[in-house]
């Protein structure tokens, strides 16, 4: 009996254990996971370019990318990315409302095979100005700023 009790105990464990290895994982190579857009002209709309790696074992599936606020356009890789590999994402701000001024703030979220909910990937902020042509134009823009170390 204390055979099988301990049988029943540890296939679980096993299973677990073997599905974990082979999982797609996600890392974002740039680290932090506040990017600030600064000021933004009226109009404007800036995008920012974020590097993702696959550290997992598996392919990396992105199904899903979405802010809280929905002021975003996203773009990402639609195939699978192998393991070790790079891609880039690309975020563009694009204001439901494009007549308001002001600051903002949003969460974006990822959705992918490498986790079982939504992830929030960043934290992405700035202030839209009455005048076109702020600091940070529509010209796309790369940084030290940006993602954050993923699971």
Sequence with gaps: MKKILLFVFLIPLFCADTYAQTMA???FVNKDSIYDYGSIGL?????????????????????EMKSETGDFK??????PL????KALIYITFHPKDPTVIGSFKSTVYITSNATTKPYPFI???????????GPTSSKPQQS????RGGR
């Excluded at 109009?43 to 199904?63: C, H, M, S, V």
């Excluded at 996203?74 to 195939?79: D, I, Q």
């Excluded at 192998?82 to 590999?85: A, Q, V």
């Design 25 to 27: 994982a996600i890392r």
């Design 43 to 63: 109009g404007d709309q800036p995008q920012y370019k974020f590097e993702i790696k696959n550290t997992g074992d598996t392919a990396l599936i992105i199904t």
């Design 74 to 79: 996203f773009e990402w890789p639609k195939k």
């Design 82 to 85: 192998k393991p070790n590999k």
């Design 123 to 133: 934290l992405i902020s700035g202030t839209v100005l009455p005048s076109r042509g």
């Design 144 to 147: 030290s700023r940006g993602g």
